[in-house]
């Protein structure tokens, strides 16, 4: 029998693109990583572009089938591979309880956190200008009513997100709320409770997150140096 063959296009300097990464890792899917730097811009070269017509990472191609969005990509793998059920589960539901997060994520968590991130990072990069304080703390505001939100709505007082085992929407959240990392901002410093929440994902994943999250770390290290 023919040897699948899974190739998963992904930056690691995107918050999607790691969660992805940190599944794929600690699932033992066999898989290729194919690098798309979106920094050099490898996202709208001809050849990607036919992949992906929104010229955006990740893409993951599974013996020919494309799919675009990190969402139903990692829905995807966990319900084609044979890997535990906890990232997905079947049971009804328990998996509306993921769906119910992975859709609240893309219009809180994702462009609240995001928003910091290009604020405080991307912006003043990209323009070299300095960085706007006064929509910086807006954004900032606006992400703490997000995580109180973040943490009245689906944490609680259970372990993970979305019950008592790890899934894919922990992943998608956890990853998004690293990204002001990279410019040295803990946005969860005063808030032990998703402290330890992001502690118990770190030691469920393993060395998975660290692996992941190596190249943001390295951003962040070479900014510190500079200041």
């Given at each position: 029998m023919a040897t699948r063959l899974l190739e998963v296009y992904l930056d690691l300097l995107s918050q999607?693109?790691?969660?992805?990464?940190?599944?794929?890792?600690?699932?033992?899917?066999?898989?290729?990583?194919?690098?798309?730097?979106?920094?050099?811009?490898?996202?709208?070269?001809?050849?990607?572009?036919?992949?992906?017509?929104?010229?955006?990472?990740?893409?993951?191609?599974?013996?020919?089938?494309?799919?675009?969005?990190?969402?139903?990509?990692?829905?995807?793998?966990?319900?084609?591979?044979?890997?535990?059920?906890?990232?997905?589960?079947?049971?009804?539901?328990?998996?509306?309880?993921?769906?119910?997060?992975?859709?609240?994520?893309?219009?809180?968590?994702?462009?609240?956190?995001?928003?910091?991130?290009?604020l405080e990072v991307l912006v003043p990069q990209q323009t070299g200008s300095p960085v706007d304080e006064g929509r910086l703390v807006g954004a900032l505001s606006q992400l703490e009513e997000t995580l109180d939100r973040l943490e009245a709505m689906f944490l609680r007082r259970q372990?993970?997100?979305?019950?008592?085992?790890?899934?894919?929407?922990?992943?998608?959240?956890?990853?998004?709320?690293?990204?002001?990392?990279?410019?040295?901002?803990?946005v969860l410093q005063q808030r032990p409770a998703l402290q330890h929440w992001r502690s118990r994902v770190q030691a469920a994943v393993g060395e998975a997150f660290h692996r992941a999250h190596a190249v943001l770390y390295a951003v962040r290290d070479r900014r510190a140096a500079k200041l």
């Open positions: 999607p693109c790691r969660a992805i990464h940190i599944l794929l890792g600690c699932t033992n899917i066999p898989h290729t990583v194919r690098t798309v730097a979106l920094r050099k811009g490898e996202n709208r070269t001809p050849e990607f572009t036919k992949l992906n017509p929104m010229q955006k990472v990740p893409v993951m191609v599974d013996n020919g089938f494309v799919l675009t969005e990190s969402d139903a990509i990692m829905k995807y793998l966990v319900t084609r591979y044979d890997v535990p059920q906890h990232w997905y589960p079947r049971q009804p539901e328990r998996r509306a309880r993921v769906d119910e997060y992975t859709a609240w994520h893309h219009t809180n968590t994702r462009p609240h956190a995001a928003r910091v991130f290009l372990p993970f997100l979305c019950g008592d085992d790890i899934t894919v929407a922990d992943l998608l959240a956890v990853c998004e709320l690293m990204q002001p990392e990279m410019s040295g901002r803990d």
